[in-house]
């Protein structure tokens, strides 16, 4: 472990906040690629967690994981113009296959061969629909090959100058989910499926409340019908579109020639969903629930759940907490909880909390010769607060505290966001929020691209969802939040990531 250091205070910058965070907690690192960044084995587990508890949801409704290759043909992304349009900006070229020596040395010892330019670019997918959707072209010919329901777990490139770890790289770490269906009605059945799973994956997961709704058009990925989003609010009041799905309608399957046979012969063009979560959503996990203390990883998602630390001064004694430290262990790994002891000699009981602490372990079992003999163990939660908890019962107590500590956190989690949420705000009103604590505000929309466009240069805010009905104020706005025409829809307004 580094030595230890400060982390900045959240209340001050909440950006060198969230970065020492993840720093003394070793999550991740800046990488001497500009943009990339190395995800450290616990933030690489939080990852893995994820992954393993979202593939499940996938598989339980019927989808099965492929794995597509990382280049693309240039002129398969120009085939869908909308989309060509939307990530053009940001892609990576492969346009040479081979260096040469060049007889220097040092950093011009090699160069680029130019006899082994490529016939046509290649680009590093910045996302798959095109190959995927090519492929499908071959795989699908009749009514009964339908629904096709794939996902990949992939690396992707979007070019970025700007880094934030986690939340903007350029490459990260996703799952994009791909699928063909033989109706529009279907398609978006799938859209909506999968944002309920990625609801329920937030809320029940990752402790993180969402909302849920459809995107405006100029928020609408490129290529897509229509665009669903859920959107969670971080602590310092910025939204995070923590997941979207895509109804691709026919855009793809007309522009990849993707068609079946229906079962009165006549031939169709596919209806296409697209959805997808990254590793932005561990950025997101960090900067809902964190401290100033470090990280609090949600019990679920937590590499290290319960974290043992016997204390002792002389030999004796810390034969006698470490003998029954191993037998903690041993019964709480058995019960299913991910379970470390901590019996370095070199640090300080302190110092090893403070680093557990800083590293999110939602549980700390504390275990003195005095307590040996009261036949207990002192629990302290991430969360605060300590309480003596019996060994006799600890398989059953110690997944209690963690269930409480999950739901606590989410509760806390959601009262925070309703704190910050304002609701049927006037103009002035909605700039004063904006210009001060900021977070979601609720308010009519005309439908018109001007007031989204005006709305954003004077405060920064854009529309994240046009919110699902459970999520809508019990009165809907009658007017537009700026040009005060009728609105057409609420809208909720944020700054965001
Ligand atoms: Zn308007």
New binding site residues.
Partial sequence: MAQAQRITPRAQDFSEWYNDVIMQAELADYSPVRGCMVIRPLGYRIWELMQRALDDMFAATGHRNAYFPVFIPMSFLAKEAEHVEGFAKEVALVTHTRLKATGKTGAGAVAVDPSSALDEPLVVRPTSETIIYAMFAKWIQSYRDLPLLLNQWCNVVRWELRTRLFLRTTEFLWQEGHTAHATEGEAEAEARLILGIYRNFAEEWMAMPVLTGVKTDSEKFAGALRTYAMEALMQDNKGLQAGTTHNLGQNFAKAFEVKYQTAAGALEHVWNTSWGVSTRLVGGLIMTHSDDNGLIAPPKLAPVQAVIVPIWKTDQERSQVSGVGDQVKAALSKAGIRVELDLRDNLKPGAKYFEWEAKGVPLRLEIGPRDVAAGQVVAARRTGGKSPMRLEGIVAAAPAALQEIQAGLFATAKQRREEHSLRGATKQQFLEFMKGSGGFAYAG????G??EAAIKAATGATIRVLPDPEFRSPEAPKT??????PSVAEAVWAQAY
């Avoid at 537009?480 to 025409?485: I, P």
Wanted: hydrophobic share 25%; charged share 25%.
């Fill in positions: 929309f005309c439908g018109g001007e007031c537009c939040l700026w040009c005060d025409e």
